[in-house]
C-alpha cells in the first residue's frame, strides 16, 4: 500500500481515543482502581522463532558466561559461535522438529551438568518449557500462573494488564518462523478476547517494499489497528534489527501513532538481538542509499543503532508522540551506573524525558532480576520527582527466565521500591497507556 492511500484510511478509520483500542475485558480492569500493569513482556512460542533466535539468547545468558562452552563437542548446537549461528538462519532446515529436538537434549544434559553447582539451570529449562508451549495464549498463561506479580501475596488478586510486545525477526534476520507475522497479529487478536492484554505490534521499515497486503508495512498496520473487536493497542519498534528510527518509511507510522494518540516501544537495551550486517539500506528525503553502521563490531554497531539520541528527529517533527525507551537503557549501562555513579546513556534518556515539549518513558524490564542494579535505579527514582509518572515496571517475561529469578527478584525489587510501587505499577503505566 502507498503511504498517502494507508495515511487517508488511518486517518479515518482510526479514533484518536485509546479506550477505544482496549477490549472489553482490558477495560473492565484498567477502570478499577488497583489495577496494577506489566508493561513488558513476550509469549511468542517456538513457532514463532527458530533455534537460531534460541541459540542467539541463550548466549548471553549467564549461565554460558560462567560455565564457558568448552563442555560441548564441537558439532554441538549450543557450542556454535554467534557467526556461525547467523550464517545458519538463512538456511532452511527441512528438519525443524528435529532440530528443537536436538537443542532440547542438548540443554537436558547441560542442566544435568550445572545443576549441582548453578540454580540457573532450573531456569534455562523453564525458558525453553515456556517455547514448547503449544500456542502464545499457553504461554501467556504460564506467565500469570508462575511468573507474574500476582504470584507474590501483596499483589494476589489484584486487576492486571500485561502489556504484550511482539518483534518481526523475519525481516530483521531474515528467519523463516512457522508462524508468519501476520499469522502471530491473528492469534494475538484471539487472545484479546480472552485475556487483559494491550499488544503492541511490531514495525520495520523494510515491511514498507513488500507488494503482498499480508507482509506489507502499512496493510498489516491497518490489519492491526482498525479492527474493532480485537484492535491492537501500541507500537514496537527495534532499530538494531537493522533500520533508523528516523527511517522515512516509518514516518506515516509515527504520523498515526502521534495523531491517534498509539504509544511507540523501543528497545533501548541489550545488543544481543542485533543485525549482522554491517550496513543497511536507509531512506530519508534524497531517497534510498546504503548506510554504514559506525562501530568495529555487532556489538557496538548494534548499540548505536540503539542510540536514543536517534529518535531526536522523529519526537522533533512528532511531538506529541508518546514514546517509551525499554530496559531504561540496559543492564549493561545500569552496571555501569551501579559502578561510576553515573552513565551517559541513562542520562541522556533522563535528559529526554525531561524535555517539557515530549512525552517520553522508560521501562526498568528485564533490569528487575538484577539485584546489584536496584540501588542505583532507586537512586535516580529518589533524585527526578519530577519524572516519577514516566518511569514503569516491566519484567521482559518469558526472554529474561534464563537471566535470573523472576519471581523471587520482582519481589525484592518492589520491596525495595516501597515508596514508588504505585507509580511503577500504576499511575506511569496509565499515563502512558491512555493518558
Ligand atoms: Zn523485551
Known amino acids: 500500500m502507498e503511504p498517502t492511500k ?3 484510511i488511518a486517518s479515518e478509520k482510526i479514533s484518536n481515543n485509546p479506550h477505544s483500542r482496549l477490549s472489553l475485558l482490558t477495560t473492565g480492569l484498567l477502570n478499577k482502581p488497583d489495577c496494577i500493569i506489566d508493561i513488558h513482556t513476550h509469549i511468542f512460542d517456538e513457532k514463532c522463532l527458530t533455534v537460531a533466535y534460541i ?3 541463550l548466549l548471553k545468558s549467564k549461565i554460558f558466561e560462567s560455565i564457558g562452552l568448552e563442555l560441548f563437542s564441537s558439532d554441538s548446537l549450543i557450542a556454535k559461535k554467534e557467526a556461525e549461528i547467523y550464517d545458519d538462519l538463512e538456511i532452511k532446515t527441512s528438519d525443524v522438529e528435529g532440530e528443537w529436538q536436538r ?8 542442566v544435568e551438568i550445572i545443576e549441582p553447582i548453578e540454580l540457573f539451570g532450573f531456569d534455562l529449562k523453564e525458558a525453553f518449557k515456556v517455547l514448547k508451549k503449544q500456542s502464545m495464549l499457553e504461554v501467556y498463561d504460564n506467565y500469570i500462573d508462575n511468573f507474574s506479580i500476582l504470584k ?5 488478586n489484584r486487576p492486571f494488564i500485561a502489556g504484550i510486545l511482539m518483534m518481526d525477526l ?3 534476520w531474515g528467519i523463516k518462523p512457522e508462524k508468519k507475522l501476520f499469522q502471530q497479529i491473528i492469534e494475538i487478536k484471539q487472545i484479546l478476547l480472552q485475556r487483559p492484554i494491550v499488544p503492541f505490534l511490531p514495525v520495520d521499515p523494510r515491511r514498507a517494499d513488500h507488494n503482498d497486503p499480508n507482509e506489507n508495512l502499512y496493510d498489516l498496520f491497518l490489519s492491526a489497528f482498525t479492527d474493532p473487536e480485537t484492535p491492537f493497542f501500541g507500537v514496537k519498534c527495534y532499530p538494531s534489527l537493522g533500520y533508523l528510527p528516523s527511517d522515512l518509511r516509518l514516518d506515516p507510522i509515527f504520523q498515526i501513532c502521534a495523531e491517534k494518540n498509539i504509544p511507540v516501544l523501543t528497545h533501548c537495551g541489550g545488543e544481543i538481538v542485533s543485525t549482522f550486517k554491517k550496513s543497511i ?14 562501530g568495529d563490531s555487532r556489538t557496538e554497531r548494534a548499540k548505536y543503532l540503539n542510540d536514543p539520541e536517534l529518535w531526536i528527529p522523529v519526537l522533533d517533527k512528532y511531538p506529541k508522540l508518546k514514546l517509551d525507551f525499554a530496559h531504561f537503557g540496559g543492564d549493561t549501562n545500569w552496571k555501569n551506573h551501579h559502578e561510576s555513579g553515573k552513565n551517559d546513556r541513562i542520562t541522556t534518556i533522563l535528559k529526554m524525558m525531561k524535555n517539557p515539549n515530549w512525552k517520553v518513558f522508560t521501562d526498568f524490564s528485564f533490569n528487575v532480576v538484577e539485584k546489584e542494579l536496584f540501588n542505583a535505579f532507586g537512586k ?3 533524585m527526578n520527582p519530577d519524572i516519577s509518572d514516566k518511569i514503569m515496571f516491566g519484567t521482559d517475561y518469558w526472554v529474561v527466565l534464563p537471566a535470573g ?6 519481589k525484592e525489587f518492589l520491596a525495595q521500591m516501597k515508596d514508588h510501587q504505585t507509580t511503577l505499577l500504576q499511575s506511569a503505566p496509565l499515563n502512558y497507556l491512555i493518558s
Open 6 to 8: 494507508f495515511l487517508k
Open 55 to 57: 541459540l542467539l539468547r
Open 103 to 110: 537443542l532440547e537434549n542438548e540443554i537436558e544434559s547441560l
Open 152 to 156: 507474590l501475596p501483596e499483589f494476589e
Open 170 to 172: 523475519e525481516t530483521g
Open 281 to 294: 539500506q536507509v531512506c530519508d528525503s534524497t531517497g534510498e542509499f546504503e548506510f554504514t553502521i559506525p
Open 380 to 382: 535516580e527514582l529518589n
Open 405 to 410: 529469578d523472576l519471581l523471587g527478584m520482582q
